[in-house]
């Protein structure tokens, strides 16, 4: 099995910095992309940000400019540097992991449980 744990969640004024982080463990022969989606209440998950294995990024409109995304592979972990935060960033934030497991041919999506992000204004 994979698990994708997430942690740095929490409570942050509007304008300041917040860190994410999510660690892969279990049976992992290689991570591909992995990436942070967000879902405010109400609405649809959507994505934050992704990042290949090989350092490729990709952001959505909302954030680019003030989130960036970083990885570890060697850890097999995924960064969410939030800065510049503003109240529209408010939702649970789950992590994303397309993992190819030992002895499976191809890869897996897996999801982190979510941790929960509130940007006070």
């Known amino acids: 099995q994979v698990q994708l744990v997430e942690s740095g969640g929490g409570l942050v004024q509007a304008g300041g910095s917040l860190r994410l982080s999510c660690t892969a463990s279990?049976?992992?022969?290689?991570?591909?992309?992995m990436g942070w989606y967000r879902q405010a209440p109400g609405k649809e998950r959507e994505l934050v940000a992704s990042i290949t294995s090989g350092g490729s990024t990709n952001y959505a409109g909302s954030v680019k400019g003030r989130f960036i995304i970083s990885r570890d592979n060697a850890k097999n972990t995924v960064y969410l540097q939030m800065n510049s935060v503003k109240a529209e960033d408010t939702g649970v934030y789950y992590c994303n992991a397309h993992v190819k497991r030992l002895g499976y041919p191809y890869p897996y999506e897996y999801w982190g449980q979510g941790t929960q992000v509130t940007v006070s204004s």
């Open positions: 279990g049976s992992i022969f290689s991570i591909n992309t």
